[in-house]
């Protein structure tokens, strides 16, 4: 059983278009969050959910928005993608709110390809 | 900004030899320390993690060095293997808020 999964794992798409990136995770975790992995192999958390509410929030483009219907999911829709926005989205979860057990559990990525 | 600071950027490290990556942080208040590693194509995964009162942690061939006053932390891989070849990331956190260092992809030679 995956623990989080995201889909899809490979988008390719053209400049100007509206994608979605789902994520759910089977763990029971209270937060979720959203990694940017450039080419560099940097991360960058981009957002973190908790119990459907937003609590982190970094510098990111108002054309990226995150969704959390339930605590077992957060989706991140994109509009209008630039070129800039290629790169790997990893969602993650964490089992604790507030207190801090540190660990993330990250899904398999999904590569995102802006032509 | 970046918070956490890693390095080197690479490392090519022969079978048996021991593989050092280091790390510094700028925030007094994190409060974990943990390493992670990423194969191609998957997830960073959890490899070890240390909090700010104990300066040491070994779990088999992987330890963390952890300096509180210098705000440096380490991870040592001892008799260093072929499957060790990873990007190594290392974190920093208080709260559910974690930076990631840039990443040390690791190469061991056979």
């Known amino acids: 059983d995956t623990a989080v999964s995201q889909t899809p794992k490979y988008l390719v798409t053209q400049m100007g278009n509206d994608k979605s990136i789902k994520c759910e995770q089977n763990?029971?975790?209270?937060?979720m969050y959203w990694y940017k992995q450039d080419s560099k192999k940097f991360l960058k958390i981009m957002f973190s959910?908790?119990?459907?509410?937003?609590?982190i929030n970094e510098t990111v483009p108002n054309r990226f928005s995150p969704k959390s219907p339930d605590k077992a999911h957060l989706n991140l829709h994109i509009n209008s993608l630039e070129l800039g926005d290629s790169a790997v989205y990893f969602c993650?979860?964490?089992?604790?709110?507030?207190?801090?057990?540190?660990?993330?559990?990250f899904g398999e990525g999904s590569r995102l390809t802006v032509l | 900004q970046q918070q956490v600071k890693q390095s080197p950027q690479s490392l090519i490290v022969q079978k048996g030899g021991i593989s050092i990556i280091n790390c510094a942080y700028e925030?007094?208040?994190?409060?974990?320390f943990p390493w992670y590693q990423q194969f191609p194509g998957k997830g960073p995964a959890l490899l070890i993690a240390?909090?700010?009162?104990?300066s040491e942690k070994k779990e088999g061939r992987f330890t963390i060095s952890f300096n509180k006053s210098a705000k440096q932390f380490s991870l040592h891989i001892m008799d260093s293997q072929p499957g060790d070849s990873a990007t190594y990331f290392c974190?920093?956190?208080?709260?559910?808020?974690?930076?990631f260092g840039a990443g040390t992809r690791l190469t061991v030679k056979p």
């Open positions: 993650a979860s964490s089992p604790q709110t507030g207190s801090n057990t540190g660990e993330l559990f």
């Open positions: 763990l029971g975790h209270d937060t």
């Open positions: 959910y908790n119990n459907k509410e937003l609590i």
């Open positions: 925030n007094t208040a994190f409060d974990y």
């Open positions: 240390i909090r700010p009162d104990v």
């Open positions: 974190a920093a956190s208080r709260g559910n808020d974690m930076r």
